[in-house]
């Protein structure tokens, strides 16, 4: 390689480096605790709430609905979800099906019993801020986008120190640490070792998170096309009355979609159905797939299945970098795992500043010998 295009690609990696180290770090100090989500909120909230009937038979969703109802007279309802570790029902309710987030109430209720169920306790506001921070530093879009510009010229710090690496370390066997030589070289060498050792995984973790911050306009666009799509062909169809058992269409819509698993319904009226239908959303049964969502549409009236959209390729690409960015698909030790490989990237970004501040003129022969 030239020394000119060598040193093309180290003005590359230098300023790609140096712009969004800063942010690198607060993701990778963020991102540590997050690999232990559930863990810590566990051990922030013992669980303290127990179902009425441990053990005994659920009740089926319309005795819960007819709770939700009986417990917000007067109001509609709009959501209905479920806890995945928990026999509990959460329903959203409202004076109308489409009244905003704001005049929305949510309420919880035991599947065993139907009665409520008491809010979870704040402790895991400690999770929420750092999940808050990690993905948008409380900016909303314009920060989930920032970060996926940072996240974009680490992509290009990593592609551009991997061109790098064999001229830099042309002379020197692999994994070779000059002890003898500076405290910058031997520095140096750890950063260029524990960097090359690490670009597989710090090139998933990057890429996964470029494109978690596009999840808004990605959900947006696909709400604005295929979903809305699904919407407009049954739009037609009269409204009626719902007399359709909740219970009877969320099975039929589980039928429809084999190999998935219930994860919430929207009731007709609903940003997310048409006022004639129950839109019942399923996700994959796997820690890979579970974020794969498929809606149907169930008539409110008659039960039918009135239609199935899968996620396109997009949005299917955004629910897979979910659980890859976090490493949270494969029990404690693949988290274990993703714990280690974090703190190495610490240590390589810690050490690419440190060889900026610590620079003089000797830098590229020092380097190059």
């Not at 590359?12 to 993701?27: E, G, V």
């Not at 909230?45 to 007819?66: F, S």
């Not at 949270?328 to 190495?344: E, N, R, S």
């Amino acid at each position: 390689m030239r020394a000119s295009t060598i040193r093309a690609w180290g003005w590359i990696h230098k300023w790609t480096s140096l712009i969004c180290t800063a942010f690198l770090f607060m993701l990778c100090l963020t991102g540590l605790p997050l690999i232990f989500h559930d863990e810590i909120d566990a051990a922030l909230n013992p669980a303290t709430w127990e179902p009425a009937n441990p053990g005994g038979m659920h009740l089926d969703l319309d005795d819960v609905l007819a709770a939700a109802i009986e417990n917000r007279p007067g109001e509609v309802p709009i959501f209905m979800s479920f806890d995945i570790d928990r026999p509990v029902v959460n329903v959203t309710t409202g004076a109308r099906a489409d009244v905003p987030g704001n005049e929305m109430h949510f309420a919880s209720f035991d599947l065993t019993s139907g009665d409520l169920v008491p809010p979870a306790d704040a402790g895991e506001s400690v999770m929420e801020f750092l999940l808050q921070l990690h993905t948008d530093m409380f900016l909303g879009l314009p920060g989930m986008l920032f970060l996926g510009a940072m996240g974009t010229l680490f992509v290009f710090a990593i592609v551009s120190g991997v061109v790098l690496y064999a001229p830099f370390m042309r002379k020197l066997d692999f994994g070779t640490v000059r002890r003898k030589q500076s405290v910058r070289v031997r520095w140096l060498d750890y950063h260029n070792l524990l960097g090359i050792v690490t670009t597989a995984w710090v090139l998933v973790v990057g890429l996964t998170g470029v494109v978690n911050t596009l999840e808004q306009p990605i959900i947006d666009t696909w709400r604005a096309a295929e979903l809305a799509d699904l919407v407009a062909e049954n739009e037609s169809v009269p409204a009626g009355e719902a007399t359709a058992s909740l219970d009877e269409a969320v099975n039929a819509a589980v039928l429809a979609a084999p190999e998935m698993t219930l994860q919430f319904v929207a009731f007709p009226g609903s940003g997310f159905s048409t006022e004639a239908h129950y839109a019942v959303f399923l996700h994959g049964n796997t820690a890979v797939t579970e974020h794969i969502i498929a809606p149907v549409l169930i008539h409110a009236g008659t039960g039918e299945v009135a239609g199935l959209r899968h996620m396109p390729w997009y949005a299917k690409a955004l629910s897979l970098s979910r659980p890859l960015h976090f490493g949270d698909y494969g029990g404690v030790l693949l988290k274990l795992v993703w714990a280690a490989l974090d703190l190495v990237t610490l240590i390589v970004l810690g050490s690419g500043i440190y060889l900026w501040l610590a620079r003089g003129k000797r830098y590229s022969r020092e380097v190059l010998s």
